[in-house]
């Protein structure tokens, strides 16, 4: 049976980021009482993996097998890499199960749109999700998986635009967009404030949605993602 649940995201200099990823393992430990729930980052910010896997498997049992769910909306370079190359330089890739990450889910696809909706989007607008940017085509993927059901919730065409990275940027698509006169609102299909949101935030566009982080639905997909492995684990055993 799982004995503990590390999250595991991707950390930012932003303060106002890192306390939604504190909020979140917060809101996670509360409703998994009992559950050694647990908070690390790939990247940018303590704690690391490193410094949190330690003490978390001293505390579970010997046998115990611990879950990992990656707070990342796509299964980028971090989560098909990174995270697993972290876990291995621990010496735990055997007491560490790995969940899909969080992205693409139907409840974050819910929680964007009301995102955009709480932003001031109304029909007729141009609608463009705004995501991080990835080389990994499976990441990009996702993404214009999510613009589909993104575009079917809202029932008109959503484009998809990046941050960073290759592929049309965001700053570009608004303007193309203004040039034959549509307003626009962006969606923002990141998990906290940080330097992409704030990107995001700098857009010509005339709707500007905030991040997931903080809708119940965000906390709904890892507990799914949690509970899964765990029953999937109990039927295992």
């Known amino acids: 049976m799982s004995s503990g649940l590390l999250i595991v995201a991707h950390g930012t200099r932003d303060a106002a980021g890192a306390r939604a990823s504190e909020r979140l393992a917060e809101a996670v430990r509360h409703r998994l009482a ?99 940017g990835s080389a990994d085509l499976r990441a990009r993927a996702e993404g214009h998986q999510v613009a589909r059901a993104l575009a079917r919730r809202l029932g008109c065409p959503v484009r998809v635009s990046y941050l960073a990275g290759e592929g049309p940027r965001l700053d570009d698509t608004v303007a193309q967009l203004h040039a034959v006169r549509r307003r626009v609102a962006v969606a923002s299909w990141l998990l906290a404030p940080g330097e992409f949101q704030n990107r995001l935030l700098r857009c010509a566009a005339e709707v500007r949605a905030a991040p997931l982080g903080g809708h119940p ?16 684990e109990s039927a295992v055993a």
């Open 34 to 132: 009992g559950v050694d729930v647990r908070l690390a980052y790939v990247d940018v910010r303590p704690p690391s993996i490193a410094e949190v896997l330690p003490a978390m498997l001293a505390d579970s049992p010997p046998d115990g097998c611990s879950l990992v769910v990656p707070a990342f909306l796509a299964s980028g370079y971090h989560v098909r890499r990174d995270l697993p190359a972290q876990l291995a330089a621990c010496g735990a890739t055997d007491r560490m199960r790995v969940t899909g990450a969080l992205g693409p889910d139907p409840r974050l696809v819910t929680a964007c749109a009301d995102r955009l909706c709480a932003a001031g989007w109304r029909h007729g607008d141009a609608v463009v999700l705004a995501t991080a």
């Open 217 to 232: 639905l965000l906390l709904d997909a890892v507990l799914a993602r949690y509970q899964r492995a765990a029953g999937s």
